[in-house]
C-alpha cells in the first residue's frame, strides 16, 4: 500500500515562489564599492529571473543544456542561481580560483553552452577561448556600462537582454532528479571533477542547513554570503537565505577585509559565512588602526573550509561577541556534512570539553549518515580515540562524478569515500584529523602536493621534490617545496617559482623552497612527509636543511638556498 501524498517535485523554482509571495519585500543588497549598495526586492529579483529565463530562451538555451557563469557574488550572478535550473537548464559556475587550462577543461567538460560573466573577467574568456572551448556558443558581459570592446563573438549585454526579455515565465515541472547545478572540485591528481547537483539534493540541504541547531537562518536576519557563489553554490547559503525570506547582503567584485568590516557597518549584518581565512583577515583589520568600527550588529559567523583556530574563535567572541562555529563539508555533498551545534546532554561539559566539540567538525546534519572504516573497509567505534576514513552518505551526496572513471572508487557499496581521516566521539562529534594523499588546504582551497611534485621534477635540474603543508597565520596552511637539484647544477628558488607558474595558479605556488642533500624517506622508500613536517613544527625551516645535510648518504651535497 502506498501513501496517497501528492507527488510534488522538490525544484528549486518552488523555492523562489513561496519567497516572491511571503517576503516580497523583503531586500537584496550587493555592495559596488565605498558607500554604494544595489538593493531589490525579492519580488523585483523574481521578475528578473523570469526576465532571464526567457532571454537565455531567446539564445537558444533549451532543457538538458549547460549555461555557464564566470562571476562574484551579486545579484545578476544570484538571478542565474535561479533562471538557470528553473527553465530546465544546468548552471555551471565556473572556479574563479583555477587556473585557465582547468577552467577550459570545466567549461568543455560539462557541454557548457553561453557563458555569463562579469565585465572584469573579459580579457579571462578571452584567454579561455585561445584555449579553445568550441562549445560556448554565445559571452553575456554583465555590467552596468556600455559593451566594451572584446574579440568575444557573439556577445550581448545581460541588462540589454533583460530589458527586451518578458517577466512572464511559467517555470516548468522537472523530475526533481534532475540536474540544476555543476560545480567542480580540484582533484588530487589529474583534472578537477564534476559535481552534478539535482533539484532534490540542493532543496534537501537547504531545509537541512535552515533547521534549528544547524545554521537556521532567520526571516528577520541580515546575512552576508561571503563564500564564493562561484564554487559548491557558496555553502547553499543562496538557496537557504531566500527559502528563509532573509535579507541577503552581497558583498559584490573582488571585496576585500575591509569592504566586509564596512559593510557589516552599513547594512547592519547580523550573520555571515566566509572561509576561515576571511575570519582571521578581517580580525587583523580591526586590530590594525580600524578598532573603532562597528561591528555590534554581527551575532553569528560561521567559518569553514577547515576547522577555526581556538584562538581565533576566543578572540571574536571576547572582543566583538561574535559566536564563531564551523560544520564539515565538500563539494560531493552539496555541501555539508556537519555542522556544530550544543547539545544540551552535555551542558554540564567543563571548558576543555566544551572546545574540543566546538572545534570540531560538528555533528552530521539531517538526513546524513556518516561513519568511519579502516583499511578493510569494517566499520570503526565511535569511541573519540580510533581514527578510519570518514564515510558518508545522504539524499544529496554524489553518487559518482561527471563522466570520469574516478566514479569506480568514489562510493563503495553506496558509502561515499571522503577521502579524509577522521574519528567520532560516543555523541556523534566528528573530527577530522588527517587528510588522504597529502592535500594541502589552503584559504580554504585545496593544493595538490602531488601535482606540484610531478611538475617540480620535469625541471631539467631537479632530481627529487616533495611539498609539505606549513602552518601560516594568514591562510592558515601554506605549501613548501623540498627539492634535490641534480648534481653540478643549480637553480634558484625564484625559477623554479616561475616554472610553477606556467602551470599552475599562483595561490598554488609554494611560499619557500628548501634546497637539500636528500628527501627523508621511510622504509618503504616514500617520501617521509611527516617526518619534515615533525622538523619544521619543531624549528621551522632550518632543521629539515640540517637534518639532510648531515643524513644524506652521499657526499657531495646540492647547493644550500634560501
Known amino acids: 500500500m502506498q501513501g496517497m501524498i501528492m507527488d510534488e517535485p522538490l525544484l528549486l523554482s518552488t523555492l523562489l515562489w513561496r519567497t516572491e509571495r511571503l517576503y516580497h519585500d523583503k531586500t537584496i543588497v550587493t555592495r559596488l564599492g565605498h558607500d554604494r549598495y544595489h538593493s531589490y526586492t525579492y ?7 523570469r526576465r532571464l529565463a526567457n532571454a537565455l530562451t531567446t539564445l537558444g538555451v533549451e532543457q538538458g543544456d549547460r549555461v555557464a557563469t564566470l ?12 533562471a538557470v535550473p528553473g527553465m530546465g537548464a544546468t548552471l555551471h559556475t565556473v572556479n574563479l580560483r583555477l587556473f585557465e587550462e582547468q577552467q577550459a577543461y570545466t567549461l568543455n567538460h560539462a557541454g557548457s553552452k553561453v557563458l555569463i560573466l562579469d565585465v572584469d573577467q573579459l580579457s579571462l574568456a578571452e584567454k579561455l577561448v585561445e584555449i579553445g572551448i568550441p562549445g560556448i556558443e554565445s559571452f553575456v558581459i554583465m555590467t552596468d556600462g556600455p559593451l566594451p570592446e572584446t574579440t568575444l563573438s557573439p556577445v550581448y ?53 535552515n533547521m534549528q541547531n544547524q545554521l537556521g537562518i532567520r526571516e528577520q536576519e541580515i546575512w552576508m554570503a561571503i563564500s564564493p557563489m562561484f564554487h559548491a553554490n557558496a555553502w547553499c547559503v543562496p538557496h537557504a ?71 581565533l574563535m576566543e578572540w571574536w567572541g571576547k572582543n566583538r561577541g561574535v559566536t564563531v562555529f564551523t560544520g564539515y563539508g565538500m563539494t560531493e555533498s552539496s555541501p555539508q556534512v556537519c555542522f556544530y551545534s550544543a547539545k544540551s546532554s552535555l551542558s554540564d561539559l567543563d571548558e576543555e570539553s566544551v572546545w574540543r566539540r566546538r572545534t570540531s567538525g560538528g555533528l552530521p546534519i539531517p538526513l546524513m549518515r556518516v561513519k568511519i572504516v579502516d583499511e578493510a573497509g569494517e566499520e570503526l567505534p565511535w569511541d573519540g580515540n580510533v581514527v578510519g576514513t570518514i564515510m558518508i552518505r545522504s539524499p544529496y551526496t554524489v553518487n559518482g562524478y ?23 566521539d560516543p555523541d556523534g562529534y566528528v573530527t577530522v584529523k588527517d587528510r588522504a594523499k597529502d592535500l594541502i588546504k589552503s584559504g580554504g582551497e585545496w593544493i595538490s602536493s602531488i601535482d606540484l611534485e610531478n611538475a617540480l621534477m620535469t625541471h631539467p635540474h631537479v632530481r627529487e621534490a616533495t611539498v609539505v603543508s606549513v602552518p601560516h597565520e594568514k591562510w592558515l596552511e601554506r605549501p613548501v617545496a623540498c627539492v634535490v637539484l641534480n648534481h653540478s647544477t643549480t637553480v634558484t ?30 622504509s618503504m622508500g616514500k617520501f617521509n612527509k611527516k617526518l619534515i613536517r615533525e622538523l619544521i613544527a619543531e624549528g621551522g625551516l632550518q632543521p629539515v636543511e640540517e637534518w639532510t645535510n648531515t643524513s644524506a648518504k652521499e657526499s657531495s651535497a646540492a647547493p644550500i638556498a634560501s
Not at 562571476?71 to 535561479?82: C, G, I, P
Not at 555543476?182 to 589529474?190: K, L, R, W
Not at 525570506?245 to 569592504?259: F, K, M, N, S
Not at 562510493?411 to 567520532?424: E, R
Request: with cysteine.
Open 241 to 311: 537565505a531566500l527559502l528563509a525570506g532573509a535579507t541577503l547582503v552581497l558583498p559584490g567584485v573582488h571585496p576585500l577585509e575591509a569592504d566586509y568590516i564596512e559593510t557589516i557597518r552599513d547594512q547592519r549584518v547580523t550573520g555571515m559565512n566566509a572561509a576561515v581565512t576571511v575570519g582571521s583577515m578581517m580580525r587583523d583589520y580591526l586590530l590594525d588602526g580600524h578598532d573603532d568600527v562597528d561591528t555590534s550588529s554581527l551575532q553569528r559567523m560561521w567559518l569553514g573550509g577547515q576547522a577555526p583556530p581556538r584562538g
Open 157 to 209: 549585454h545581460y541588462e540589454e537582454l533583460l530589458a527586451a526579455a518578458s517577466p512572464a515565465f511559467e517555470f516548468p515541472e522537472l523530475d526533481e532528479r534532475s540536474a540544476a547545478a555543476i560545480c567542480f572540485t580540484s582533484a588530487t591528481t589529474g583534472n578537477p571533477k564534476g559535481v552534478v547537483y539535482s533539484h532534490r539534493a540542493l532543496v534537501l540541504q537547504s531545509m537541512a542547513l
Open 402 to 424: 561527471l563522466d570520469d572513471p574516478r566514479s569506480a572508487t568514489a562510493v563503495i557499496d553506496g558509502w561515499f569515500d571522503t577521502g579524509d581521516l577522521g574519528c567520532i
Open 71 to 82: 562571476a562574484w557574488n551579486h545579484y545578476r550572478h544570484f538571478e542565474t542561481y535561479y
Open 493 to 522: 628558488g625564484a625559477e623554479l617559482s616561475d616554472f610553477l607558474q606556467e602551470r599552475f595558479a599562483k595561490w598554488w605556488i609554494p611560499d619557500a623552497f628548501l634546497f637539500l642533500a636528500d628527501v627523508p624517506k621511510t
Open 43 to 49: 519580488a523585483e529579483c523574481g521578475q528578473r529571473v
